[in-house]
C-alpha cells in the first residue's frame, strides 16, 4: 500500500499515532501536548508525531520530552512533503493543533480536509475555521488535554463519522470562500 511504502521511513506504520503540525514557537503550546502525551503512554497504545522545526519555544519541548518514560514511541519530523503530510493527516488516529493564539489556523483546515478527527482549542480564529466539526479542550485546564485526547480516541466509527463528515462540509466552504475571495483579488489588482 502506498501510505505505508511512504510513511515507513518516518513512523512505525503498524502502529496508531497522534499527529500534530507546527513548529515549536511559544505559543503553539506543543509542549503541553507532550505532557499530556507523557502522561497517558500506560493508557494509550499510540505515538506522538510532531511535525515541523524547532522555534523559540523548542526549550520547554525539550523539558516535556525529558519527562515521557518511552521516548521511543516520540517522532518528530521536519521538512515532510506535502503528499507525505497528507498521508499523515489521513492516517492519524486524532490531529491535536494545541495552539493558544493564530491568526487562521491553516493545519486545522488540512486536517478536516484529510478527514483526521481533530482536537483544538476555542482560542482566536480557530474555532471560526474549526465550527462544530472539531472538538476542543481548555488549555487552561492542564488535565483537559489527556481527557479530551482519550476521548477522542474512544469514539465509535460512528461518532468518528459525524465528525468527520461535518468537518469535511466546513473545510469545502472554507476552501471555496479562500479561491473566492484570491480570485477576486487577482481581478480588482488587474482592475487597478
Excluded at 483546515?109 to 483544538?120: D, H, I, Q, R, S
Excluded at 471560526?128 to 488535565?143: A, I, K, L, Q, T
Amino acid at each position: 500500500e502506498k501510505r505505508k511504502q511512504m510513511l515507513s521511513p518516518l513512523i512505525p506504520v503498524d502502529k496508531p499515532y497522534i499527529l500534530s503540525v507546527a513548529n515549536t514557537h511559544p505559543h503553539k503550546n506543543i509542549h503541553s501536548l507532550v505532557s499530556a502525551f507523557g502522561g497517558m503512554t500506560g493508557k494509550i497504545p499510540h505515538n506522538l508525531v510532531l511535525v515541523g522545526r524547532p522555534r523559540r519555544g523548542e526549550a520547554e519541548v525539550q523539558d516535556a520530552l525529558r519527562k515521557v518514560n518511552d521516548k521511543s514511541r516520540v517522532f518528530r519530523l521536519e521538512n515532510v512533503s506535502m503528499e507525505r503530510l497528507v498521508l499523515l493527516y489521513q492516517g492519524c488516529d486524532i490531529f491535536v493543533f494545541p495552539s493558544l493564539y493564530e491568526g487562521f489556523g491553516l493545519p486545522v483546515l488540512e486536517a478536516m480536509m484529510a478527514g483526521a478527527p481533530v482536537l483544538t482549542t476555542k482560542n482566536a480564529s480557530i474555532p471560526e475555521v474549526g465550527g462544530d466539526g472539531v472538538s476542543y479542550f481548555n488549555p487552561r485546564e492542564s488535565d483537559d488535554l489527556a481527557v479530551k485526547i482519550q476521548q477522542v480516541i474512544g469514539f465509535s466509527s460512528q461518532e468518528r463519522n459525524v465528525l468527520v463528515g461535518r468537518a469535511k462540509e466546513i473545510a469545502k466552504s472554507f476552501y471555496w470562500k479562500w479561491t473566492a475571495q484570491k480570485s477576486l483579488d487577482v481581478l480588482n489588482k488587474a482592475l487597478e
